[in-house]
């Protein structure tokens, strides 16, 4: 199974920054079938990126997605309140997917 | 719009089985390509894919969790169901139903829609 290791496991930042999140896996993910979440506290994830850089609907562009292969980057352009939350990435590529054990974006 | 809304005991206790329902709005279970599922979340941890079905049936499951669960569909309820056998505290999670994404067809894809949760803690 692909193993997906999230880094920093904390990011502080203030509102304004822009935030930088690493997803790094064990083998090559299949057809950049790479996607990102975001959960906010008592709330189910919510779908961001899917295809490691397609903006899922609704979500504003200030969240872009890049990367192939073993390296996958979200950035958030200008962080706003409502950001702050932990992020999940996910491989769909091979069975069984799997999860990135989150990155918490906090307020600095 | 599509609702999924999951319901079950909220306490099980240990070598017992947790079963859980998420009821989705009437008319999108069987509607499309879509595929249907669950994903569990310990309290403070991250994550974990369980199962995934499609409408007629067919459930692909966790390597880790296959042994001990079970995913169905009833198209005339528009339910769908999760049963896992033999629980102990590590079972002890919030559960989600959700939606796979049409952007990969088949039961490996991204998840587009979910239900708020459901916890469930073992214990005696």
């Known amino acids: 199974e692909v193993v997906l290791t999230q880094s920093p496991g904390t990011l502080s930042l203030s509102p304004g920054e822009r935030a930088t999140l690493s997803c790094r896996a064990s083998?090559?993910?299949?057809?950049?079938?790479l996607a990102w979440y975001q959960q906010k506290p008592g709330q189910a994830p919510r779908l961001l990126i899917y295809?490691?850089?397609s903006r899922a609907t609704g979500i504003p562009d200030k969240f872009s997605g890049s990367g192939s292969g073993t390296d996958f980057t979200l950035t958030i352009s200008r962080l706003e309140p409502e950001d702050f939350a932990v992020y999940y990435c996910?491989?769909?590529?091979?069975?069984?997917?799997?999860f990135g054990q989150g990155t918490k974006v906090e307020i600095k | 719009q599509l609702q999924l809304q999951e319901s079950g005991p909220g306490l099980v206790k240990p070598s017992e089985t947790l079963s859980l329902t998420c009821t989705v709005s009437?008319?999108?279970?069987?509607?499309?390509?879509?595929?249907w599922g669950w994903v569990r979340q310990p309290p403070g941890k991250g994550l974990e894919w369980i199962g995934s079905?499609?409408?007629?049936?067919?459930?692909n499951y966790s390597p880790s969790l296959k042994s001990r669960v079970t995913i169905s569909v009833d198209t005339s309820k528009s339910q769908l169901s999760l049963k896992l056998n033999s629980v102990t505290a590590a079972d002890t999670a919030i559960y989600y139903c959700?939606?796979?994404?049409?952007?990969?067809?088949?039961?490996?894809?991204?998840?587009?829609?979910w239900g708020q949760g459901t916890l469930v803690t073992v214990s005696s």
């Open positions: 079905i499609f409408y007629r049936g067919g459930a």
């Open positions: 295809d490691a850089s």
């Open positions: 996910q491989q769909y590529g091979s069975s069984p997917q799997t």
């Open positions: 009437s008319g999108f279970i069987s509607a499309g390509a879509y595929y």
């Open positions: 959700a939606r796979l994404s049409t952007t990969k067809i088949g039961p490996t894809s991204c998840w587009d829609q």
């Open positions: 083998q090559s993910v299949s057809g950049s079938n």
